[in-house]
């Protein structure tokens, strides 16, 4: 039924791990995003990919690799994690490359990820 | 490219009273749309209305409606007859070429 998925909700990890949050949806939408939301609440786009093609990538570090095997699914691999990588991540989708910017997003229930 | 304010960090309402909450933005496009989004304690991103810049009406969803002064660049969220299941953060955005751009958040309490 969940319309935007996210896997796991909660991570806990050590510094210097690898770990991957997984994002699916079933909405038929074709672009999917990853935002980061730190400490502060603030939201900031990390990744968009509209049908499998990397569309956005603002400044992220190169540890952050996402990859989308197919326009459902779009999952987020980081290695080396650092402390500041503690944060909520969110995936969200929508339809078309404009329909975010015009019809908004619907969001993933969020993973709260804790490097420690 | 899209910048997006919003200036109070933290609202309080009584509850069944109404509140509004500010936002300013700034952009070069001449056709974007604007939105506010909840996020309760769950966590969860929920839309909450959503207005087109082209359209001179102010949007309304039930008790959410928009004020927005599109020369101003000004888009203020009023929630009427506040319950205390509005208490969240919430959020303005405006879409920016491929993405939307949030702004900081308020904090809204709802006192009973």
């Known amino acids: 039924d969940t319309a935007v998925s996210q896997t796991p909700k909660y991570l806990v990890t050590q510094m210097g791990n690898d770990k991957s949050i997984k994002c699916e949806q079933n909405?038929?939408?074709?672009?999917m995003y990853w935002y980061k939301q730190d400490s502060k609440k603030f939201l900031k786009i990390m990744f968009s990919y509209n049908n499998k093609e990397l569309i956005i990538n603002e400044t992220v570090p190169n540890r952050f690799s996402p990859k989308s095997p197919d326009k459902a699914h779009l999952n987020l691999h980081i290695n080396s994690l650092e402390l500041g990588d503690s944060a909520v991540y969110f995936c969200a989708s929508s339809q078309g490359l404009g329909a975010g910017p015009n019809y908004g997003y619907t969001f993933g229930s969020g993973t709260r990820l804790t490097v420690v | 490219a899209q910048t997006v304010t919003q200036s109070q960090p933290e609202m309080s309402v009584q509850e069944a009273e109404t509140v509004t909450l500010s936002c300013t933005y700034d952009?070069?496009?001449?056709?974007?749309?604007l939105f506010w989004y909840k996020q309760p304690p769950s966590r969860q991103m929920i839309l909450v209305i959503r207005?087109?810049?082209?359209?001179?009406q102010n949007a309304t969803e039930n008790r959410f409606s928009v004020n927005f002064q599109k020369a101003a660049k000004s888009f203020s969220l009023k929630i009427s007859d506040s319950q205390l299941g509005d208490a969240a953060m919430y959020f303005c955005?405006?879409?920016?070429?491929?993405?939307?751009?949030f702004g900081a958040g308020t904090i809204l309490r709802v006192k009973s």
């Open positions: 955005a405006g879409g920016d070429g491929n993405k939307l751009v």
């Open positions: 909405l038929g939408h074709d672009t």
């Open positions: 207005q087109e810049a082209y359209k001179q």
């Open positions: 952009t070069s496009e001449s056709d974007y749309y």
